[in-house]
């Protein structure tokens, strides 16, 4: 596969590649169209983190509640993540990604 690499200004319509740009779509975008289209990615994003949360619990062959005792947050803090109603952040983002790619050595240090 070849990698070909572009300059584009955004300032100059000239500089843009050929055929993939919609300016009437992107002309007749509304705010209410961008704010539409950000609650869907953010959704969207909420979903991705729940299912990866869920994944490296199932990993471990974990109950939600075993899972919450092994890493000292309340069950409800696991199903809030598993449901995506939230998502885990700072120090818990972390320790799940340390989780999913080395479980045994998280698992130890844990105790």
Request: charged share 35%; proline share 5%; net charge positive.
């Amino acid at each position: 596969m070849k990698t070909v690499r572009v300059s584009v200004d955004f300032r100059q319509p000239s500089t843009l590649p050929k055929g993939r740009v919609d300016r009437c779509r992107l002309d007749g975008t509304t705010e209410a169209d961008l704010a539409l289209q950000q609650a869907e990615d953010d959704a969207e994003a909420m979903q991705d983190a729940a299912r990866f949360v869920r994944r490296v619990r199932r990993r471990l062959g974990l109950t939600q509640q075993e899972f919450a005792r092994r890493i000292d947050v309340p069950l409800d803090t696991i199903r809030n993540w598993e449901q995506g109603k939230r998502y885990p952040t700072g120090a818990a983002k972390a320790l799940l990604k340390v989780l999913d790619k080395a479980p045994e050595a998280a698992l130890l240090a844990l105790g």
